[in-house]
């Protein structure tokens, strides 16, 4: 996925966005990676928190992180999101990114309430979402741009920004911040320079433009 010119531009912009996140949020903390996977959030989060614990179901995923970060202040662990093994109130920042698309709402509502479970009271969640509106506007441009790169038809869950901020708020969450990533319309910039990409990549964060954007990050603090 993240080969191509788009998915490269992506990468930049997600990662951008993950650090202001942390920037604003973040000092010295006890961090879970969620569905950590091969480690690509890990760099980024290792330079913020003073410990990091990278989790997932997959042993081989991890493996292939482990091989590439080994530190002190890096643990792992095997286990499955919906059953962590972790006491409540555990963690400072909980991180989550390219996992709950690929469940249905209801599941995913259940994951977030385990990540609250594991947070403190003030704790911070960063996890991510597909956008509903682009796939409903841009369906047919974007059936033809998979069909040439012969992707497989996606199954991701997709979900309004609106909607999944009401029931994290339903599960003692206060949001924070709304922030959209990437847009299947950047692909227009495909020859424009990669600083241009990236600054009209950028145009996505936030209001107009952001219900046109792929992804959205929702950061949000546990209530007391």
Not at 7 to 12: M, R
Not at 63 to 81: F, G, M, R
């Amino acid at each position: 996925r993240y080969h191509s010119w788009y998915g490269a531009l992506f990468v930049k912009l997600h990662h951008n966005t993950l650090r202001e996140a942390l920037d604003d949020y973040v000092q010295d903390a006890l961090i879970l990676d969620l569905a950590s996977g091969t480690g690509h959030n890990l760099g980024i989060l290792l330079n913020y928190g003073r410990f990091v614990v990278a989790s997932d179901l997959t042993s081989a995923m991890l493996q292939e992180s482990i091989d590439q970060y080994q530190q002190e202040k890096l643990a792992y662990t095997l286990s499955n999101a919906l059953h962590l093994p972790f006491s409540n109130d555990t963690f400072d920042v909980v991180v989550s990114s390219r996992f709950l698309h690929l469940f249905s709402e209801t599941q995913q509502q259940l994951f977030v309430q385990e990540m609250g479970r594991i947070l403190k009271p003030g704790g911070v969640l960063i996890v991510d979402f597909y956008n509903r509106y682009p796939w409903l506007l841009l369906s047919p441009f974007i059936a033809l741009y998979r069909t040439i790169k012969r992707k497989r038809p996606t199954g991701d869950t997709l979900n309004t920004i609106t909607k999944v901020c009401r029931w994290m708020e339903q599960q003692n969450f206060a949001v924070r911040r709304k922030i959209g990533i990437g847009s299947y319309l950047l692909l227009m910039a495909r020859f424009l320079s990669d600083v241009t990409a990236f600054r009209l990549g950028r145009l996505f964060g936030s209001p107009p433009f952001r219900f046109l954007c792929e992804q959205f990050i929702i950061i949000a603090q546990k209530q007391p």
